[in-house]
C-alpha cells in the first residue's frame, strides 16, 4: 500500500489551490445573497508566525470551509497591522530599518500561511505601512476632525522613558509599557486625541446589538467605560480664586468631607505648590506614582502628600486640608474626591495613616452606633451632623443635598465616565503621519486631501530620543502653509497603530481602490463582519476603538451599520513553559520544524484537538505524534476501503456515519468545539477499520474524509480524489440521513468495576430493568461476577452498564 508522504501531498494541492486561485471571492453588489465575512485579528510582521497564531488561524480556516461549503459566498481575507512599536522596536533589535525588516517579515509570513494551506483570498491583502492603505487613514482622519471628533490638547500622558513614547491608557499593564515591561512616567504634553468619550453612552446602550459577542468581553468593556451617576460639586481655593469639581456617589457624605485629595496625574497640582515649601516634596511624589495603575495603587498601602493648600467645602463652609495620594485616579471622576473618612474605607485608612479627623454623618436609622467606616446607603441609614439635613434617610438627603447646593452653584446632578478620551498621537517614527502642518498665523490646518498621502520620509536614525524623530527631517517637516502660504511645520507627530486597525477590516471589501478609501456598495454587500477571531487582551483595546470608529463613521454616513463585528469569538492563548506565548516574551516557538516533520495537516489537527478553542493550552510537541498517526490510519483506511469497493448497504456504519455528520456539523456550526468534532471523526475511522469491507464502509470513510477537510484539506483533498471524486473544497456540506439517525440495536458496553467485559448488541428500545438483565446473563460477565454480591448498578441509557461488585 502506497505511504502517506504529507510533504508531497500538502504542496500538490497548495499548488492548484494557488493555480485555480481557489479561494479568491470577488464582489458581486450588496443584495447579491449569501455573502459571509471571515476575519481573524491580523498579525504584527514585528517577526514570523508562532504556534499560538497557528491556533487563531486555523480556528478561521475551519469555519470558512464549513461555511463555503454550507453554500456562502465567504470572504477571508488577510493583512498586517505593519506600523507601530512592535516592527519599530524589532528593527532596533535587529538592526535596519523599518520597512526592511517589515518588508521581509510579511514576505515570511505569507509564506508560512500558504504552507498551512489556510484558505485566504490573497487578492484583497493589505499592510497598514503602505501608502494605498494609511492614505486613507489619514483621510478618515481629517474626516474625524471635520467632525470634531480628533483634537489637541495638554494633558497629563503616560510616558515609556524606553520606548520614548506617549502611550494610552490601555496600553499600561501594572504601571509597565505593555510592548517593553518599562516603568512608565507620567508628562504634560500637546497631544492629538479622539473624542472617544463624547461616544461613551452608544458604546454601553448599543452592546444589546452584540448578541454574539462573549459577555466576559462586554463585561470587561462595560467596567473600562465605567458609567456612574452621581453628583458633581465644586470646591473652592480662595487663595488661587479657582473652583475645583468634584465627581461623588455619595453626596449624602458631604458634611462629613475633612479633607481633600487630587490625585498625582491632576493638572492643577504644579499650580497649587508653585513657589511654596511644599514644592519639591509634590512634584517628587506625582514624578514617583503618578504612572501606576489602578490595580498597583489598589493593592499598596496608601500613601500621599500635603500641598499646604485648603479647599472650602461648599456645604458647610469648612477649611479642609488638600492632599496629593496614589489612590485617587485622573481615570475616574475629576481626579479629586472630597475624602470622607467615616464612610469611605480607602479615605480611613489614609486619615488613621497621616491622623486626620473622622466626622460621622451617616447613621443607621435603629440608633445604633456601628463600625466605622460605614459605608450604607439606603433607607436603613440616615444623616447626622448634617445640619439642616439630619434625621433624613440617606437616599433623600442625597437628593435634597445636591437640589440645595445647586440652588447656590455649588453642585449639580452629573454622570461620570471611567473612559477617557483616546490619545492617539506617538513620538516615533514608523506610523502614519497625522495630515496637519502648524502655521504661526493660521494654527492648525488640515493637509488638503488631493495631497494625500503625506508619506512618511526616509531617514536613517529613527531611534526614539524623547521627541519625534521626524523633527530632524527639516526638507520634510518645514512646508508652506496650505491656507497662506507662510512658513509652516508639519505635525512630528505620528498615528497609534491602533488606528490602521480601527478600519482595516473596511479596506478588506475595496482593496484596490485608488480614489476612495472603499465603496459604499462594496462595505454594504461584506459588512459588518460576521465573524471575528482573536484574542481577549484585546478586549478595552483594538474591540472598543473599532466599535467607536464604526459609530463615528455611521454617523457621517460613511458606513450604514454601528457595530463593526456580528459575532465575536475569543480564541483561548497558547502558553509555552506556563506563560502565554508571545515574540515579545521570547517563548514564541515557530511552526516551520513541525511542518516539515509532521505536515501541516498534523500541526492543523493537533492544535484544533488540544483543548477547548477557548481555553488556555499549554504547548506539548509530543501530541503532535498522535495525529500523525491519526493521519496514517486515515489514509490506509480509506485507500483499504477504496481498493476493495466493499458493498454498500444500511448497516451499522452508515448509522455511525449519520450520526457523526450530525455531530460534527454542530460542533463547528454551533459551538466552536473543534476538539469533540476531531474526536469524533477519530471514532468514525477506528469503527471503519474494524472492519473495511463491511456495508456502508464507503460511505462511513467517504463521510470521514469530508467531515477532516476544514481541519485538515490537504489529505482529504487526496484522499477524495483516490474515492474517485474531486474538488472537495468545492463540494457540499455532508447532511444526515434522518432515517439513519433511528437505529433498531446499539452496542452495549458492559463493565465490571469500571471494565469493560463484553460488548453486546441490543435492541434500541430495551427499558433499563432489560439492560440490566441482559447484562448479568452474559457469560463473561459471570465468570467475572463468580459469585459476588452486586452492590450498584450504573446505567448510561444507549451507552453501558456497568455492575460494581464487592
Request: charged share 25%.
Amino acid at each position: 500500500m502506497e505511504t502517506y508522504d504529507p510533504q508531497a501531498i500538502e504542496t500538490r494541492w497548495q499548488k492548484v489551490w494557488e493555480d485555480e486561485n481557489a479561494f479568491h471571492t470577488p464582489n458581486a453588489g450588496p443584495g447579491t445573497g449569501n455573502a459571509y465575512f471571515v476575519l481573524e485579528m491580523l498579525p504584527y510582521p514585528s517577526g514570523t508566525l508562532h504556534v499560538g497564531q497557528v491556533r487563531n488561524y486555523t480556528q478561521g480556516d475551519v469555519l470558512t470551509h464549513f461555511h463555503r461549503r454550507h453554500g456562502k459566498r465567504v470572504m477571508r481575507p488577510m493583512g498586517f497591522d505593519s506600523f507601530g512599536l512592535n516592527a519599530e522596536n524589532a528593527a532596533i533589535r535587529d538592526g535596519g530599518h523599518p520597512r526592511d525588516i517589515v518588508r521581509e517579515n510579511i514576505k515570511k509570513i505569507r509564506a508560512q500561511m500558504k504552507r498551512m494551506g489556510w484558505a485566504i483570498d490573497w487578492e484583497r491583502e493589505i499592510a497598514s505601512h503602505e501608502p494605498e492603505y494609511y492614505r486613507w487613514t489619514q483621510w478618515l482622519f481629517l474626516q474625524f476632525l471635520k467632525a470634531g471628533q480628533a483634537m489637541r490638547k495638554e494633558a497629563p500622558v503616560k510616558w515609556c522613558p524606553k520606548d520614548q513614547t506617549v502611550l494610552a491608557n490601555e496600553q499600561v499593564i501594572d504601571g509597565r509599557c505593555e510592548r517593553c515591561g518599562t516603568l512608565v512616567e507620567s508628562k504634560m504634553l500637546e497631544q492629538w486625541f479622539f473624542r472617544y468619550t463624547t461616544y461613551a453612552d452608544e458604546l454601553l446602550d448599543e452592546m444589546d446589538l452584540l448578541e454574539s459577542w462573549p459577555e466576559r468581553i462586554l463585561a470587561a468593556q462595560r467596567n473600562w467605560i465605567g458609567r456612574s451617576e452621581g453628583a458633581e460639586l465644586l470646591f473652592r481655593v480662595d487663595e488661587l480664586d479657582i473652583d475645583i469639581p468634584v465627581f461623588t456617589t455619595r453626596a449624602d457624605t458631604v458634611y462629613g468631607a475633612t479633607f481633600f485629595v487630587l490625585a498625582p496625574e491632576h493638572p492643577l497640582v504644579p499650580k497649587l505648590v508653585a513657589a511654596t515649601e511644599q514644592e519639591p516634596a509634590v512634584l517628587d511624589y506625582v514624578r514617583r506614582t503618578a504612572a501606576h495603575s489602578f490595580a498597583e495603587r489598589e493593592n499598596k498601602e496608601k500613601d500621599g502628600v500635603f500641598t499646604g493648600r485648603f479647599a472650602i467645602n461648599p456645604a458647610n463652609g469648612e477649611r479642609i486640608p488638600m492632599w496629593v495620594a496614589d489612590y485617587v485616579l485622573m481615570e475616574y471622576g475629576s481626579g479629586a474626591i472630597m475624602a470622607v473618612p467615616a464612610h469611605d474605607d480607602r479615605d480611613f485608612e489614609f486619615a488613621a495613616k497621616y491622623e486626620l479627623p473622622v466626622r460621622q454623618v451617616i447613621a443607621p436609622v435603629d440608633g445604633s452606633e456601628p463600625e466605622l467606616p460605614y459605608v450604607a446607603k439606603s433607607r436603613e441609614a440616615k444623616l447626622v451632623n448634617s445640619e439642616q439635613f439630619t434625621g433624613l434617610p440617606a437616599p433623600e438627603g442625597e437628593r435634597q443635598i445636591v437640589e440645595w447646593l445647586g440652588k447656590r452653584g455649588r453642585g449639580r446632578p452629573a454622570i461620570s465616565y471611567r473612559l477617557r478620551d483616546w490619545l492617539l498621537s506617538r513620538q516615533r517614527y514608523w506610523g502614519s503621519p497625522i495630515p496637519v502642518v502648524h502655521c504661526g498665523s493660521c494654527g492648525i490646518v488640515p493637509v488638503p486631501e488631493e495631497e494625500l498621502p503625506v508619506l512618511l520620509p526616509e531617514i536613517e536614525d529613527y531611534a526614539p530620543k524623547g521627541k519625534s524623530p521626524l523633527e530632524s527631517a527639516e526638507d520634510w517637516i518645514r512646508v508652506p502653509c496650505p491656507q497662506c502660504g507662510g512658513e509652516a511645520r508639519r505635525e512630528a507627530d505620528t498615528m497609534d497603530t491602533f488606528v490602521d486597525s480601527s478600519w482595516y477590516f473596511l479596506r478588506y471589501c475595496d482593496p484596490h481602490n485608488d480614489t476612495a478609501p472603499f465603496e459604499r456598495s462594496a462595505i454594504d454587500e461584506w459588512c459588518p463582519v460576521d465573524q471575528y477571531i482573536g484574542g481577549i487582551e484585546h478586549a478595552v483595546l483594538h474591540l472598543l476603538y473599532a466599535r467607536y470608529f464604526i459609530k463615528v463613521l455611521n454617523d457621517l454616513g460613511i458606513v450604514g451599520f454601528r457595530e463593526p463585528f456580528s459575532r465575536l469569538f475569543n480564541h483561548g492563548w497558547v502558553d509555552m513553559g506556563g506563560a502565554k506565548m508571545s515574540k515579545s516574551k521570547g517563548n514564541a516557538i515557530s511552526p516551520d520544524d513541525f511542518v516539515r516533520e509532521h505536515g501541516a495537516d498534523a500541526l492543523r489537527l493537533y492544535i484544533l484537538f488540544i483543548g477547548p478553542a477557548d481555553a488556555r493550552v499549554e504547548w506539548q510537541a509530543t501530541g503532535l505524534e498522535g495525529m500523525s498517526r491519526f493521519l496514517r490510519r486515515l489514509w490506509r483506511v480509506a485507500l483499504e476501503v477504496a481498493a476493495q469497493s466493499p458493498e454498500e448497504g444500511p448497516g451499522e456504519l452508515a448509522h455511525k456515519a449519520n450520526e457523526t455528520i450530525v455531530k460534527v456539523t454542530d460542533d463547528i456550526g454551533r459551538r466552536f468545539a473543534y476538539n469533540t468534532a476531531i474526536a469524533a471523526v477519530m471514532e468514525l475511522v477506528n469503527e471503519i477499520a474494524r472492519d473495511p469491507s463491511a456495508p456502508g464502509a464507503r460511505f462511513a470513510v467517504e463521510t470521514a474524509v469530508s467531515l477532516i477537510q476544514p481541519a485538515a484539506p490537504h489529505v482529504a483533498e487526496e484522499l477524495w480524489g483516490r474515492l474517485g471524486h474531486e474538488r472537495l473544497w468545492e463540494q457540499p456540506w455532508p447532511t444526515a440521513d434522518p432515517s439513519l439517525l433511528q437505529r433498531e440495536t446499539f452496542e452495549l458496553v458492559v463493565q465490571v468495576n469500571g471494565k469493560v467485559r463484553d460488548p453486546l448488541e441490543v435492541p434500541a428500545d430495551l427499558p433499563e430493568d432489560e439492560l440490566v438483565a441482559r447484562a448479568k446473563e452474559s457469560p463473561k460477565v459471570q465468570a467475572q461476577l463468580n459469585g459476588g454480591e452486586i452492590r450498584q448498578t450504573i446505567v448510561v441509557p444507549r451507552k453501558l452498564v456497568n455492575l460494581v461488585v464487592n
